[in-house]
């Protein structure tokens, strides 16, 4: 159960970050894919700074971070920064 959560929140925050960062986007799947590994970003950058951010509402804003991180890298590499 604890994976279909992370997969829910990784998707909205991967949507979210398509939203707040504006442009093609990159569909459904890709923007999951973003915010799962946003997810992993997120909470090893804010690990580094040992900032801890609880529960689902804190995994929520951390890959969210983490998927605005990527899709700006992202456009950098591909130009449309």
Do not use: C, E, P
């Not at 992370?6 to 925050?13: D, P």
């Not at 997810?39 to 951010?53: K, Q, R």
């Amino acid at each position: 159960m604890h994976l279909l959560i992370q997969i829910l929140l990784g998707g909205i925050a991967g949507w979210l970050a398509g939203k707040v960062m504006k442009g093609d986007g990159y569909g459904f799947i890709v923007d999951v894919i973003l915010g799962l590994v946003g997810g992993w970003v997120g909470g090893s950058i804010l690990g580094w700074l040992h900032i801890n951010l609880g529960g689902s509402i804190g995994y929520l804003i951390t890959a969210f971070l983490g998927a605005v991180l990527l899709v700006w890298i992202s456009r950098l590499i591909r130009g449309n920064a």
